[in-house]
């Protein structure tokens, strides 16, 4: 938590009364602004979100245009993050950004609004559109505040989330492999090692590639046969400088034995 709204907080703290017992429901019942803002301070600091979250949302009509409004905001955003509401703290932080961009928040809340978008985003597998807005969000947080105490955890975290695209790239390739399409396959599998060359499946990509090649030109018609041979023996000779001692190469030998085999009876046939 930041030490400038904490303190920010705990001067707000100064001002709590006793809010009663009868409840959060009679405190919105009562109609008293201040009774509710307090109240609410009063559960925001027990962690009660919830209960903290409808208060600030009763009371923040009342105090629009006043010195409270940015803090009132803020914390409605933080309780529907820590009550793991990421969307809507979402949408709450990012108008909250926009409006007061000179709140002593701002920091926090950009940082936490970074946050919703790692928090929602799910694992390889699935759709990974939000781990690409997670990103932009912790760009930005770092571009804007590249000497935060919390710098190095959003760049560990920014790390763990372009591995998790890596992950993506290579599983949406491997999966053409998997269901006999060599042709996307290889097409998949270059692009990932071109978006991600330092990728931590490089070389079972690399592997994977002369494979669907040696699959593809197997299978392809006989005019289409001796160019899909070369292709791959130019990925075999990639794989091999890179990977010599890979436990691929004794397999990765006999798809190129057969490609030259090919190759060298194609050109007999040919003199």
Not at 50 to 63: G, Q
Request: proline fraction near 3%; glycine fraction near 4%.
């Amino acid at each position: 938590m930041n030490k400038k709204w904490l303190y920010v907080l705990s001067t707000m703290l100064l001002l709590l009364t006793a809010a009663g017992c009868g409840g959060i429901q009679n405190v919105l019942k009562s109609g008293d602004p201040e009774l509710m803002y307090t109240t609410a301070l009063k559960h925001y600091q027990k962690g009660k979100w919830t209960k903290a979250s409808s208060l600030f949302e009763a009371v923040e009509p009342v105090y629009v245009g006043s010195p409270r409004e940015d803090s009132i905001a803020f914390f409605n955003a933080r309780c529907k993050f820590k009550g793991r509401d990421y969307d809507t703290a979402a949408t709450l932080l990012d108008e909250f950004r926009r409006k007061f961009g000179r709140s002593v928040f701002i920091e926090d809340a950009e940082g936490m609004y970074a946050l919703c978008f790692y928090q929602m985003a799910p694992g390889p597998t699935r759709d990974q559109t939000m781990t690409g807005r997670a990103i932009i969000a912790i760009s930005e947080f770092l571009s804007h505040y590249p000497q935060s105490e919390r710098a190095e955890t959003f760049r560990e975290i920014n790390r763990e989330l372009n591995e998790r695209l890596n992950d993506k790239a290579y599983l949406n390739a491997y999966t053409y492999y998997k269901i006999g399409k060599y042709k996307s396959a290889i097409f998949a599998l270059k692009n990932a090692l071109k978006e991600y060359p330092d990728s931590k499946h490089r070389e079972e990509i690399m592997y994977l590639i002369v494979s669907a090649s040696q699959k593809l030109a197997h299978n392809s018609v006989a005019s289409k046969q001796a160019d899909r041979y070369l292709s791959m023996l130019d990925s075999y000779y990639s794989f091999v400088a890179e990977y010599p001692n890979s436990g691929y190469i004794r397999e990765l030998e006999r798809m190129a034995t057969e490609a030259k085999n090919y190759l060298d009876s194609n050109n007999k046939d040919n003199r």
